[in-house]
Each structure stands twice: as C-alpha cells, then as structure tokens.
C-alpha cells in the first residue's frame, strides 16, 4: 500500500500514519526504507524512473518479510486498529 492508502485503510484525516502503526508494521516500513537505502547506495540511481524502480526493490523486500511471519503467525500483521498511546 502507499501511504495514503494505508492512512486510509486505518480511517487516519491528518494524524501521523507512523505513531498509528503497530511495533511491527513500524519494523516493516524501517525494514522497507533501509533496503532501498542500501540498494539505491549500490545502484546509484539517476532520475526519477530509476528511483521508483529501487523503492519498489526496497518495499519488495519489506513484503517477503511480511509475508513470512504472517505464514508463519496464520495471521495478518497488517491492522486497521490505530495503536496510538496517550
């Protein structure tokens, strides 16, 4: 999902989508954003096109680890409850 998908997914206006999120949905976005770092730091992509195309790389990565513990939780990780603390 983007992020505004997700936003939306959880019934988010304007509140901050990150202190929404579960510990492990905060994991798997870092998770997602460190992959693209370190691939965009090896491929040294130029442009927007080839930017996208390592971003995807990154969030791919994020997915198939999702995916995995869901497998082997026999549950979704992903959550429309909102896990803000006051």
């Not at 930017?51 to 959550?79: C, F, T, W």
């Amino acid at each position: 999902m983007t992020a505004g998908e997700y936003k939306e997914y959880k019934g988010l206006k304007k509140e901050s989508l990150r202190d929404n999120m579960s510990d492990v949905e905060v994991a798997l976005a870092d998770l997602g954003e460190i992959a693209t770092r370190e691939i965009a730091k090896e491929h040294k992509p130029y442009g927007l096109e080839q930017n996208k195309s390592i971003a995807k790389m990154g969030g791919h990565a994020a997915k198939v680890a999702r995916e995995d513990i869901e497998k082997n939780l026999g549950k979704s990780l992903i959550s429309t409850q909102n896990n803000i603390i006051y």
